[in-house]
């Protein structure tokens, strides 16, 4: 539809494609240079000759062209030009003062470990050949007909061109991940690949390559056959193994949950792409390619921190992971040589579904000797948020203690514990007016979201239920069960008492809130039954950790002015808190 100023110039509008040849820009009535009755396209060719790639002369141009068209056909114009400034910016569309670059994008490829084979530069496609990446592609994704494909071609004469066939095979290739019907788009991919073959076929192992990097095997087995490679042993092994790397950059794709859609890589997949290559190709496992295989796979595992609200989909790349290295060790690697690799200094890498993935494969995850700086099962109690139980549950069954003690003497429990002195919320106000110190049996489920939720329930359940031992004394005189204390969560202290497998020998029939008010107490149970030699007691605990328990940002001490609580922040009865006298 025209707009109100089209009406008011008296032009007449269809928009051009180059699929349409005969939607053309007509003359306005009165009369103007038939030059621009042309299609738009053809303005955007010659332009492709001119060099106007100055941000001046861009501009010029641009101020040039409103005065000759109309808004609508302005709109489809902005978005061509705007595709093609995009595609040439990095080379040509410079400063005023035409600052040059201190290396082409070309240059700084021959730098790249990986990827150099399937990166198309400035010098590679020139002229016309942009609207091929833009426009015949885009069209070519559509079609399901290798006439009407090949009719196109040869009407934009890009059919007699090896590197316009390349550009929309690779395309071809690459959307083949976002559709189901393979079949049609097959008969294409076999009639470019035999068309490529035809013109110089100079890039034919790279199409074969880019394939893989797009998890399309059934692509590369029919590029395979149409090129006429077979065997690892019709060209170099070196060459070959470019292949290898494929997974490898697969692997990087997928450190980022964005990539596990379903219309993108998917972590099975990534199995069936390594063992395509090693079996049915027949591309040895070299070792460089292996190293940059950890380099890649740990590089996958820093996501996990951030995005532990999306644990099952990296615990299905680390399935994917494992049934990887799984297949490496049948195929001759040494999987407990990579485990412990120098590279990659693993023992220091607590990422747990990485290393889960290892231990699964057979890997041996110790030695868990006592006295140990970083084991891996202290690393990784010093998380933000809950540990892999599984994984935990793996390094329980290769032998380690779960009350093994670090080079400081604490223990996994005592570790979670001493963690979470660090996450009670330090507010600048409980009330309005008043700063306080934490409730004395305050639970995280109230208070309408104003404290943060505690998470770290699995983790303090896990150790209980397998056995640790609560009461055992770090090297500074705390336990796990004090801390728990110190802490008046009534969350915390409900784990630590309910799942410990002791509870009835050491509690009795007493709930957790008659164990609080008898440790707040100093009740001779704590003093004299319950506590080991040489662990602090209450008082000790409460000067050690005053300064940690605050919910104000100050860290005041206890020496303040008596302060009431509200009662909603209290499951205990009403009581005053006061810097002399002990609550009770």
């Not at 470990?113 to 990446?133: A, L, N, P, V």
């Not at 990539?259 to 290559?277: C, E, F, G, S, T």
């Not at 049934?323 to 490496?328: A, C, E, P, S, V």
Request: charged content about 25%; proline content about 3%.
């Amino acid at each position: 539809m025209c707009s109100d100023m089209d009406a008011r110039s008296g032009w007449q509008l269809d928009i051009y494609t180059p699929f349409n040849s005969n939607s053309i820009m007509h003359s306005p009535r009165n009369g103007t240079s038939p030059l621009f009755s042309l299609p738009t396209e053809l303005f955007l060719t010659i332009g492709d000759y001119l060099d106007i790639f100055t941000l001046s002369t861009l501009q010029i141009t641009c101020h040039a062209l409103r005065g000759i068209f109309n808004h609508q056909h302005m709109k489809r114009l902005a978005y061509l030009l705007g595709l093609y400034v995009k595609f040439h910016q990095i080379f040509d569309l410079v400063n005023e003062e035409d600052r040059e670059y201190d290396q082409t994008l070309r240059e700084a490829c021959e730098t790249l470990k990986e990827g150099k084979d399937i990166c198309i530069f400035e010098d590679d496609i020139m002229g016309r050949e942009w609207i091929t990446t833009k426009f015949l592609l885009q069209f070519a994704k559509q079609l399901h007909s290798q006439d009407r494909l090949q009719k196109m071609l040869e009407m934009n004469a890009a059919w007699g061109r090896s590197k316009d066939i390349h550009i929309v095979l690779s395309g071809i290739i690459q959307n083949g991940r976002r559709r189901q019907d393979h079949g049609e788009h097959s008969d294409i991919v076999q009639m470019l690949a035999k068309r490529y073959l035809e013109l110089d076929g100079e890039k034919r192992f790279d199409l074969v390559s880019y394939s893989l990097w797009y998890l399309q095997i059934r692509y590369s087995r029919l590029l395979r056959e149409v090129f006429g490679f077979g065997e690892v042993e019709r060209l170099s092994l070196d060459t070959w193994q470019q292949l290898f790397r494929c997974c490898h950059g697969n692997l990087f794709r997928l450190r980022s949950v964005q990539w596990l859609r379903p219309d993108n890589a998917a972590p099975r997949d990534i199995v069936k792409l390594v063992q395509y290559v090693v079996e049915e190709i027949g591309v040895e496992i070299p070792t460089e390619y292996l190293e940059t295989f950890i380099e890649r796979l740990i590089t996958s595992g820093n996501t996990y921190e951030d995005c532990h609200d999306s644990r099952e989909v990296f615990q299905e790349f680390g399935g994917a992971i494992a049934d990887i290295l799984k297949f490496f060790g049948r195929h001759g690697v040494n999987l407990q040589a990579f485990a412990n690799h120098e590279l990659a200094d693993i023992h220091w890498f607590d990422n747990s579904f990485v290393l889960k993935a290892f231990g699964k494969a057979g890997c041996y995850l110790g030695p868990f000797d006592e006295g140990v700086r970083n084991v891996r099962i202290h690393r990784i109690c010093n998380r933000s948020h809950e540990c892999d139980t599984e994984y935990l549950e793996l390094l329980l069954k290769q032998g380690c203690n779960v009350d093994l003690k670090d080079e400081n003497g604490d223990t996994p429990l005592l570790l979670t514990l001493r963690f979470l002195t660090h996450w009670p919320p330090r507010m600048s106000h409980l009330q309005s007016s008043n700063e306080a110190v934490l409730p004395s049996y305050w639970s995280t489920e109230t208070h309408d979201g104003e404290f943060p939720e505690y998470t770290m329930s699995e983790d303090i359940q896990f150790f209980l239920k397998n056995g640790a031992d609560p009461f055992t004394v770090g090297a500074n005189g705390e336990t796990a069960i004090t801390i728990a204390m110190i802490l008046g969560a009534q969350d915390i202290i409900e784990d630590m008492i309910n799942w410990d497998t002791r509870r009835e020998e050491r509690y009795g029939n007493l709930s957790p809130q008659e164990v609080y008010n008898r440790w707040i107490t100093d009740d001779k149970m704590w003093t004299q039954q319950l506590l080991y030699p040489g662990t602090r007691q209450r008082a000790e605990l409460e000067d050690l950790y005053r300064g940690k328990l605050l919910l104000t940002s100050t860290r005041c001490l206890f020496d303040e002015p008596e302060i009431e609580l509200e009662s909603q922040y209290l499951l205990a009865p009403k009581q005053v808190l006061s810097p002399k006298t002990d609550p009770t």
